[in-house]
């Protein structure tokens, strides 16, 4: 089992960035892992924001954060990153980091198996 700390959140007005980060606890990212972020608003059903793969990283973003949004890696850290510019209010909510033992990335969150503990994001003016 995999430990994710999530760091990085916090509040900001619209308009502006945040980056967060996904800590791995071990060099997963160096194996068939795909790490993903998502997210939850409160009352809401916690949907797939992006996701990038550990064998060549392609990622995928969800169409409410396409060019918005920026998923890296950094394999020598074993940490993930979420660059979010461009925040606007419907961004805030609860995030998460997860790992799934796959090649492949899907936004889907029943297919994956270790989660960190969340990060709040406020966007608010």
């Known amino acids: 089992q995999l430990q994710l700390v999530e760091s990085g959140g916090g509040s900001v007005q619209p308009g502006g960035s945040l980056r967060l980060s996904c800590a791995v606890s071990?060099?997963?990212?160096?194996?068939?892992?795909?790490i993903g972020w998502f997210r939850q608003a409160p009352g809401e059903e916690r949907e797939g924001v992006s996701c990038?793969?550990?064998?060549?990283?392609?990622?995928i973003y969800a169409d409410s954060v396409k060019g918005r949004f920026t998923i890296s890696r950094d394999n020598a850290k074993n940490t993930v990153y979420l660059q979010m510019n461009s925040l606007k209010p419907e961004d805030t909510g609860v995030y998460y980091c997860?790992?799934?033992?796959?090649?492949?990335?899907?936004?889907?969150?029943?297919?994956?198996?270790?989660w960190g503990q969340g990060t709040q994001v406020t966007v608010s003016s």
């Open positions: 997860a790992a799934r033992l796959s090649s492949l990335c899907v936004l889907r969150d029943s297919r994956y198996d270790d």
């Open positions: 990038i793969t550990s064998t060549d990283g392609s990622a």
């Open positions: 071990r060099s997963t990212l160096d194996y068939y892992y795909a």
